[in-house]
T-cell receptor, first 113, second 112 residues
């Protein structure tokens, strides 16, 4: 049982490049989310999914896309990277986040130059 | 949506003293209140949680209290140790939209 696995752990992108952050969980959780963490701003929700085939926007969705083709995987795509997207990104999963909280992945530190 | 405010943003305590972090929430329907600890460079990890039908919960040196009438909850750490130094996040779970809303975090530093 690996929990929530995120790759890569570190990434440097040039402005305008695109990339996909991978997230996979093996706990059969229906709920998955992507958060970004910036100094002094806590954890901000980017996108979330309540099950395969269903996604929705969080509070800071601009510049990011997601898809949920399987229960296990929830990739986050940066369409055209900008310096403002320099952050630490966490994927998280849960049976029901409002009732059981989240299990977080180890994070991806992204720098856009 | 739910709005969670957390205070203070930074807290420095002497080893052995107590630390208290307070959070308020806006949605009276919220009924689940977890606390996460994030050590430097690591992921947030759940350390304790409380549900709306309980007023207080303890686990060794940490305790949480909940006042639903006032819509606030607190984390208490007693006999602080250097390994308690971390960022702590409170959160509130709202059943209407299945979401968990986080506070902005408190950086706790335990001085030896």
């Amino acid at each position: 049982n690996a929990g929530v696995t995120q790759t890569p752990k570190f990434q440097v992108l040039k402005t305008g490049q695109s990339m996909t952050l991978q997230c996979a969980q093996d706990m059969n959780h229906e709920y998955m989310s992507w958060y970004r963490q910036d100094p002094g701003m806590g954890l901000r929700l980017i996108h979330y999914s309540v099950g395969a085939g269903i996604t929705d926007q969080g509070e800071v969705p601009n510049g990011y896309n997601v898809s949920r083709s399987t229960t296990e995987d929830f990739p986050l795509r940066l369409l055209s990277a900008a310096p403002s997207q320099t952050s630490v990104y966490f994927c998280a999963s849960s049976y029901r986040p409002d009732n059981y909280g989240y299990t977080f992945g180890s994070g991806t530190r992204l720098t856009v130059v | 949506g739910e709005n969670v405010e957390q205070h203070p943003s930074t807290l420095s305590v002497q080893e052995g003293d107590s630390a208290v972090i307070k959070c308020t929430y806006s949605d009276s329907a919220s009924n689940y209140f977890p606390w996460y600890k994030q050590e430097l460079g690591k992921r947030p990890q759940l350390i304790i949680d409380i549900r709306s039908n309980v007023g207080e919960k303890k686990d060794q040196r940490i305790a949480v209290t909940l006042n639903k009438t006032a819509k606030h909850f607190s984390l208490h750490i007693t006999e602080t140790q250097p390994e308690d130094s971390a960022v702590y996040f409170c959160a509130a779970g709202t059943p209407a939209d299945y979401k968990l809303s986080f506070g902005a975090g408190t950086t706790v530093t335990v001085r030896a």
